[in-house]
């Protein structure tokens, strides 16, 4: 016979405490959503290159090889590339479009390699670091490579000194 409700005020004050923090993730996960949404909105709309990125289709992110630029300025000062810091000479552009567009042309610099060595270097690179076949242009890359940044010769710590007279220290 007990129809009342029920009266302890314990329980109904932690039901309701528990219910309203519910309802507080609720709304605050609800209002990150539209700030998120809100957001990526406002991006497309004042950055319209993002868009442009976004419908792009997955051929063209995946072709087999980018152009090359055909806008590449090649500014030599004392007989190197400004830009790079590689030494001038015939095959520095297609060295800055195929080497520099993956990876700093400070590889290049801190590297010495005979021609076969650097043809090793961009066979590893197409098996495992994804470059694009060079096609005809990789002859002349290589001989761009080997021509300027081949292994130098070794002369110890210095160059040993020549056309000197010596003379005999007298005590």
């Known amino acids: 016979m007990n129809n009342l409700p029920n009266n302890n005020p314990k329980t109904s004050d932690k039901e309701n405490y528990q219910l309203f923090n519910g309802l507080i993730k609720s709304v605050a996960g ?3 959503v ?6 990526l909105v406002l991006s497309l709309v004042f950055l319209p290159e993002i868009s442009t990125r976004l419908n792009s289709t997955s051929a063209e992110l995946s072709s087999a090889s980018p152009e090359p630029l055909a ?3 090649t500014e030599v ?3 190197k590339d400004v830009e790079t810091g590689l030494i001038a000479g015939n095959g520095l552009e297609l060295v800055k479009a195929n080497c520099t567009a993956c990876h700093s042309s400070a590889l290049i610099l801190q590297n010495r390699f005979n021609r076969e060595g650097w043809h090793s270097k961009i066979v590893w690179m197409q098996e495992t670091q994804g470059l694009w076949d060079l096609g005809g242009n990789e002859a002349i890359i290589l ?13 110890g710590r210095r160059i040993p000194l020549t056309g000197i007279d010596w003379y005999e220290l007298k005590e």
């Open 71 to 73: 806008d590449f300025s």
């Open 30 to 32: 609800l209002v990150g």
């Open 143 to 155: 001989d761009y490579l080997a021509e300027n940044y081949a292994p130098e010769e070794s002369h």
């Open 77 to 79: 000062v004392d007989g």
């Open 34 to 39: 539209v700030v998120l949404l809100v957001g």
